[in-house]
């Protein structure tokens, strides 16, 4: 018998494919699998919103609207929220919201340039975004867009959906024995829900247009709007944010002032209301 | 967002410099087991029945490999799926390969030029709620047969 050791031979135990080939193939697969099962829930989701009478967001957002949109105290924000509901409801009138569904417009004044469409049809506007509108124009754009939301019902779409995601994400996040893969699919996932709600934007767009043209006209000062919000502060790359860029959204604009040219002028907000707008500026 | 930017650089950096350490303790293995390759190690149970009446002693060789976060993520997708975790295969060979050697350089200082009955016990170090893996250790021991000085 002979007894010896001899030189270890390589590439036995270990696989000779370089490790980042598998990672990569790996993680591409996830992602494509990631892809399929959101954009399947979204599309069940926004099928089955349909379903939920519009009251019942009523009453969901109801408690918070308390709490959170009272009727302003003080003369100023009083007029202008007249003014932004009668713009409102002409707005409204063009766009033909389906039964049932209505629409309260809020104004909170304060140096928040922001506006959004929430559950139960409130829509809030922010002293800080009326500010830097340059016309009547712009501002009914702003209007008209968030109303569209409300038409859509991209709300409770949006709630929805995000709850069915994430608990999917959830799922596969728990199964999972390292907490950096984990967050690196809950990461995944909510960049993937994020393109769902800027085609959201993008049709809420298109609705906005219609509206601002069947009342002006013409839609000159409607693109305004994006300059303001393109050069306030930084906006994020294109797939992390929940908006399309403003660029594109103001090239939408340029693109349906093409096909419907017609002349106009864009009309100033009221002198009262631009008053009324800058005094206010208490937050409450 | 920040979180992937992050968690995508904790990757990269992972990967270089594990791959960097591995190539780098694979070398040290093999020019270690050549150096090493005079002390003849078995894992049958009694020495071959020729030898000489000598010195017997325990000898022991521990290593304790820590995986990189590269390594972490990837078997984490391997998990997912099924199938052969290559990340962590070639961790465990490391280690394998490393105690044996340690085991033998304790023979060499004592004077043995065999050990006889080698085994092999391989332990994961875990940590944190979900039991995740993040080193391995291997602890190889066998009898040293040390000849007596003519």
Redesign the interface.
């Given at each position: 018998?002979n007894?010896?050791?001899r030189?270890?031979p390589e590439g036995i135990?270990?696989?000779r494919?370089h490790?980042?080939k598998?990672?990569f193939a790996?993680?591409i697969?996830?992602l494509l699998i990631l892809l399929v099962v959101i954009a399947g829930l979204s599309l069940i989701a926004e099928r089955l919103v349909r379903f939920i009478p519009f009251e019942t967001e009523r009453r969901l957002a109801a408690s918070v609207a308390e709490r959170y949109l009272s009727t302003p105290s003080d003369e100023d924000a009083l007029l202008v929220e007249s003014y932004l509901r009668k713009l409102g409801a002409q707005l409204a009138a063009h766009q033909k919201l389906p039964e049932g569904i209505s629409v309260t417009i809020h104004y909170q004044p304060g140096e928040v340039v922001n506006a959004f469409a929430t559950l139960g049809g409130h829509v809030v506007i922010y002293g800080g975004l009326l500010r830097k509108m340059p016309s009547e124009n712009a501002l009914a754009m702003v209007l008209a867009h968030e109303i569209a939301h409300i038409k859509h019902r991209d709300p409770i779409t949006a709630t929805g959906r995000g709850l069915t995601v994430s608990v999917f994400l959830a799922s596969?996040g728990g199964?999972?024995?390292?907490?950096?893969?984990a967050?690196?699919l809950n990461?995944m996932g909510l960049?993937t829900a994020m393109s769902f709600s800027r085609e959201q934007e993008r049709a809420a767009d298109r609705d906005a247009l219609q509206a601002v043209y069947a009342h002006y006209g013409h839609t000159h000062g409607a693109a305004d709007l994006f300059d303001v919000l393109g050069s306030s502060g930084r906006e994020?790359p294109a797939f992390?944010n929940t908006h399309p860029m403003s660029r594109d959204r103001k090239d939408a604009v340029r693109r349906f002032q093409a096909e419907k040219s017609t002349e106009g002028e864009t009309v100033p907000i009221p002198a009262a209301v631009r008053a009324a707008i800058g005094s206010s500026s208490s937050s409450r | 967002?920040i979180?992937?930017i992050v968690?995508g650089l904790?990757i990269v950096v992972g990967?270089i410099v594990g791959?960097i350490a591995e190539r780098r303790h694979f070398h040290s293995i093999?020019r270690r087991?050549?150096e090493l390759?005079d002390?003849?190690?078995?894992s049958e149970r009694l020495p071959?029945a020729s030898t000489v009446p000598r010195d017997i002693t325990l000898v022991g060789g521990n290593v304790v490999i820590s995986i990189d976060?590269?390594?972490?993520?990837?078997?984490?997708?391997?998990?997912?799926?099924g199938g052969?975790v290559?990340?962590l295969?070639?961790l465990?060979?490391r280690a394998r390969?490393e105690a044996l050697l340690r085991m033998k350089e304790e023979a060499r200082a004592l004077g043995a030029n065999m050990v006889v009955n080698v085994k092999l016990e391989t332990a994961s170090i875990t940590k944190?709620a979900?039991?995740?893996?993040s080193a391995v250790e291997v602890y190889a021991y066998g009898t040293a047969m040390i000849p007596h000085a003519h």
């Open positions: 018998m007894y010896e050791n030189q270890v135990n270990v696989s494919d490790p980042l598998e990672f790996l993680l697969g996830l596969i199964f999972s024995n390292s907490s950096a893969l967050s690196l990461n960049v994020p992390l | 967002m979180e992937l968690l904790f990967y791959s093999r087991e050549a390759a002390i003849l190690a078995f071959p976060f590269f390594k972490s993520v990837s078997a984490a997708l391997r998990n997912l799926f052969r290559a990340a295969e070639s465990v060979e390969r944190g979900r039991q995740q893996v």
